[in-house]
């Protein structure tokens, strides 16, 4: 019988759908869950004066990796630096990593080793201890699950819910590469004509294959709640912006010429007929942090960028709810930042 005609339940809930109904659902038994479903990380209360940071994250084979163009430990690196990267969006110091795994029969013990190579090297910059998991074999690809405890002071965590009218919207670093580093990958493996190799080739492919966490922003921006709201930019910036609305209950305006472009990505973008902000709207796993902060910080904002050696940007504003989400275009207009990223049984 013909299927895909008729979406299932799940299509047409969406990724995000079905983990609002989770969330909806999940009441917290205990007063020590500060934070539960819907932010990066969950914030649980250990101690009297620290939280616990908690999350994990899945890396399925031919879902999130291809190991015709990513190497094992391409593969290790990328799934640990998304879970330290969560911690880094709630602003806290990423400790304790455990990782899962479901080997296929076919794999040496040396491509394990392989593999492990690349989640220690994230570890060992940023000072994680890996200190468990779980083996087990699979009938079909490799199963990674990763997960990652951190730690924060009381009361300063950052979420994504305390965005305010009025605060600007920064984000660090500069959007789309990891997915023109992506397509170039892919290409190459469906042997698609691509413009011919250019400088920007290497940049971009090592953006998306070795992401930087944003740890030390994240850090700072949790200091004395300097910033208001904050989360990572995994799945692209029109999802992730917009998570930092329904959270907080609040509108945005993104300035397009505003968004932070590499000058590989722009080759890239011309190069491929592409528009560079559609790269950054829709491109995730770039795993640089999105925030927002008081309209009387910027000054404290430039001098943080300059500390840390992270370009920050004011990309926009925040606006009441009912501005809604909307995107300023170049020559004036502008239209309705709608999600277009990647989500998991979405069929579009
Ligand atoms: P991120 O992109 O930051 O990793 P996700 O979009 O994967 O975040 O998840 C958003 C929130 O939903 C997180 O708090 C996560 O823990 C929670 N979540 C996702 N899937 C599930 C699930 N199956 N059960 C419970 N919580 C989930
Ligand atoms: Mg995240």
Redesign the pocket.
Known sequence: MKQASRPSKLQSLG??G??RE??KH?HSLSSDVIQ???????ILTTSKNESLLA???LAIEGVHFDLAFESLQDVGFRTAV?NIS?IA?MGGTPKFLLVALAIPGSFSPQQVRTLYQGFRKPCQQYNISLVGGDTSSSKSGLFLCVTILGQVEKKQALTRRGAKVGDLVYVTGTLGDSRAGLQILQHKVKQKKLPPPQGYEGFLKKRHLRPTPRVAIGLALSQDRLAHAA??V??GLSGDSL?ICEASGVGIEIQAASIPISPQCRAYATASNLDPIDLALSGGEDYELLFTTAHRNQRKMSHLSQTLKTPLTCIGEIKPKSFGRRLKLKGGNDRNIVSKSYEHFSST
């Open positions: 990724e995000f079905l983990i989770l969330q999940s539960g479903i819907g932010d990066d990380a969950a999350s994990t994250d998304a969560d969006a989360i990572d995994s799945d998570h």
